[in-house]
């Protein structure tokens, strides 16, 4: 029964591949968001979907693209992978206005 | 803008009281949470303050002062398991979806 969940917990791949993360919330929440969490653990947030609808666009390279085929997932697509996307990737989701329930995040590793 | 500093590092023994402290600087104020988080784990909610004063939850409360811009959690009856990053964080824009984090406090719990 798990609430918010990630799938794969763990992304080791080379520069210049493209790579899916998936994430699924059963506590029927109508908002999704993506957050990434640097090596020095500051948390910052990419995305964020109400709805089916984009609300939340960060200053995020345009390789990065998210989509929400509903309510109760949220998938992030990343394009040609660099060093720097290496960090930790956490899915989260919400009441819109309310507190934000993370999933177990998805550490991605660029070699 | 949106500013939110907190310490980077502290350290206290099991038993004792610690008490983070959170500043910030918004263009509008919506209310703060703080989150805690486990080396490797995933953030998990604590608590969120949108009117002055404080609110008590077990060994945890938190303390809003709106017209000081600051904010604090207090833990007592420190046990081990405490040992975590706890994080102070501020949602802006429509709908306050728009979850802004401090860098965190990492809290070293010692017997």
């Known amino acids: 029964d798990t609430a918010v969940s990630q799938t794969p917990k763990y992304l080791v791949t080379q520069m210049g591949n493209d790579k899916s993360i998936k994430c699924e919330q059963n506590l029927g929440h109508d908002t999704m968001y993506w957050y990434k969490q640097d090596s020095k653990k500051f948390l910052k947030i990419m995305f964020s979907?109400?709805?089916?609808?984009?609300?939340i666009n960060e200053t995020v390279p345009n390789r990065f693209s998210p989509k929400s085929p509903d309510k109760a997932h949220l998938n992030l697509h990343i394009n040609s992978l660099e060093l720097g996307d290496s960090a930790v990737y956490f899915c989260?989701?919400?009441?819109?206005?309310?507190?934000?329930?993370f999933g177990p995040g998805t550490r991605l590793t660029v070699t | 803008g949106q500013n939110i500093d907190q310490p980077t590092e502290m350290t206290a023994t099991e038993g004792a009281i610690v008490q983070i402290n959170c500043t910030y600087q918004?263009?509008?104020?919506?209310?703060l949470f703080w989150y805690q988080q486990h080396a490797g784990e995933a953030p998990t909610f604590l608590s969120y303050?949108?009117?002055?004063g404080l609110e008590e939850k077990g060994r945890f409360s938190s303390f809003l002062s709106r017209s000081k811009g600051y904010s604090y959690l207090l833990l007592k009856e420190l046990q081990m398991k405490d040992s975590a990053s706890y994080l102070c964080?501020?949602?802006f824009g429509s709908g306050y979806n728009k979850l802004i984090f401090g860098a965190g406090t990492r809290l070293a719990v010692h017997p």
């Open positions: 918004t263009s509008g104020f919506n209310g």
């Open positions: 989260a989701s919400s009441r819109r206005g309310y507190e934000q329930y």
């Open positions: 964080a501020a949602p």
């Open positions: 979907y109400n709805n089916k609808e984009l609300i």
């Open positions: 303050n949108v009117l002055d």
